[in-house]
């Protein structure tokens, strides 16, 4: 069966430092793999996905990068964090034709 | 005009009671239909997926589509407390899956 992993699962920031959170998926070849942030109370916002390795769409022009340096291993970066990067950031797979995704249990970043 | 529009709620219901959770959608080029369930600071797990229009049944819940009207509708029987959580609608279409569209989720707490 498929798994997918995040870690850190919490990450306290000062503004300014870099980050890197790390999404890995077991069980499958060849997903396409996807970063969300969930703001508190709101709804889902897609941040970058990724369809192959080295292959990478954004949807949210920001500070943040991704990339895709396995077939199954998804980064999120940045290097100087602002307060408004705070969230819930969650990773997602998805290897059917429906589209249909599996969430990974998240990650939440607090930055002050 | 979003593409998909859901009711934030926050809805309460008693223990026992029918949930009926909605979403109304513009492009009728949607096929695929999923609603997930998250609970709090955890990642959204899918509930139930269906395929164009008809109904789903999963024991207690079951999902229903409506093309015609561009509506799809999830019904909970017999609530249950754990039950508590955010529910979010999903779709895409037969082309170009790489991304979900997301409804921004429904906030339902059963009361005991």
């Not at chain 1, 949807?59 to 990339?67: F, G, R």
């Not at chain 1, 969650?90 to 290897?95: D, K």
Request: with cysteine; proline share 6%.
């Amino acid at each position: 069966s498929q798994t997918i992993h995040q870690w850190p699962a919490t990450l306290v920031q000062p503004v300014g430092s870099p980050l890197s959170l790390e999404c890995t998926v077991e069980g499958t070849s060849n997903p396409n793999l996807y970063w969300y942030r969930q703001a508190a109370g709101r709804g889902l916002q897609l941040l970058f996905y990724s369809v192959g390795i080295g292959q990478i769409s954004s949807e949210v022009p920001q500070n943040l990068s991704a990339s895709r340096p396995q077939d199954r291993q998804f980064i999120l970066s940045s290097k100087k964090l602002l307060l408004s990067d705070s969230g819930f950031y969650l990773c997602a797979w998805s290897g059917s034709p429906s589209g249909t995704q599996y969430f990974g249990p998240g990650t939440r970043l607090t930055v002050l | 005009q979003k593409e998909v529009e859901q009711d934030p709620g926050p809805l309460s219901v008693p223990e026992g009671a029918i949930v009926s959770l909605n979403c109304t959608y513009s492009n009728s080029a949607f096929q695929y239909f999923m609603w997930y369930r998250q609970y709090s600071r955890k990642g959204p797990e899918l509930l139930m997926y269906t395929y164009s229009s008809g109904n789903k049944e999963d024991g207690r819940f079951t999902a229903q589509v409506d093309k015609s009207s561009k509506y799809i509708s999830l019904f909970i029987r017999d609530s249950q407390p754990s039950d508590s959580a955010t529910y979010l609608c999903a779709m895409s279409g037969d082309f170009g899956n790489e991304k979900l569209t997301f409804g921004t989720g429904t906030r339902l707490t059963i009361i005991p």
